[in-house]
């Protein structure tokens, strides 16, 4: 079945460390997103990729990066330059987004912090 | 830059019990409005995109329509199983990126 695929589900980081929060596509998308979610807050973009070897920095990209080298893969790395990582992150695609905008979303990664 | 506003931020229904959540939005050029389900813990599902106003989708008990201001998401006779996390979500003349609200937690008691 096409979809996105994010892993891991759970992941906890110690204070100091970077780590990286797989998303892959088999829906031959173009455009890929991540987004933080915190409670009681809404959905907010941290980085997202029109095309491959290209991407741009969302709301929130302090203190994470991404690489766009496989049209199919959008890794996220959060590095120890971001002070509040705790938090639900979810990666989504968009096979139209010119003209639908319509998103698809993986089920999500919950990285918690020693 | 585009605003969303999403009322309530909870709701509690009876089984049976229709209601409506409401989603207020800023825009310059309004080039769709999107509703997502999200269950607790997972990634949101994609419901309907309404472009202008005056468009009405429906989906089994879930009619989403829409004004020049707001839209609405009609839950007639809910179910239990209805119960979740509603998300709405703007897309603006200016670019391709959703701008999604906080989000309206419905939950249906038997």
């Known amino acids: 079945d096409g979809g996105i695929t994010q892993s891991p589900k759970y992941l906890f980081r110690k204070e100091g460390q970077n780590v990286t929060l797989s998303c892959e596509q088999n829906?031959?998308?173009?455009?890929m997103y991540w987004y933080r979610q915190d409670p009681g807050q809404g959905l907010r973009l941290i980085y997202y990729?029109?095309?491959?070897?290209?991407?741009q920095k969302g709301d929130i990209a302090e203190g994470y990066s991404v690489s766009r080298e496989k049209k199919e893969s959008f890794p996220l790395t959060v590095t120890s330059a971001q002070k509040n990582p705790t938090a639900f992150y979810l990666c989504a695609s968009s096979g139209d987004y010119a003209n639908t905008g319509e998103l698809f979303f993986g089920e999500g990664s919950r990285l918690t912090v020693l | 830059e585009d605003q969303v506003t999403q009322s309530p931020e909870a709701l509690r229904l009876q089984e049976g019990e229709s209601s409506s959540l409401n989603c207020s939005y800023t825009v310059s050029g309004l080039r769709g409005l999107f509703w997502y389900r999200q269950d607790p813990g997972k990634g949101p599902e994609f419901l309907f995109t309404l472009y202008s106003a005056g468009e009405e989708k429906e989906k089994e008990r879930l009619k989403a329509t829409l004004t020049k201001k707001e839209s609405f998401l009609h839950i007639t006779a809910p179910k239990p199983e209805d119960s979740a996390t509603y998300l709405c979500a703007v897309r603006s003349g200016g670019s391709y990126i959703p701008t999604f609200g906080r989000g309206t937690s419905l939950i249906v008691h038997p």
């Open positions: 829906l031959n998308h173009d455009a």
């Open positions: 990729s029109q095309i491959v070897n290209d991407f």
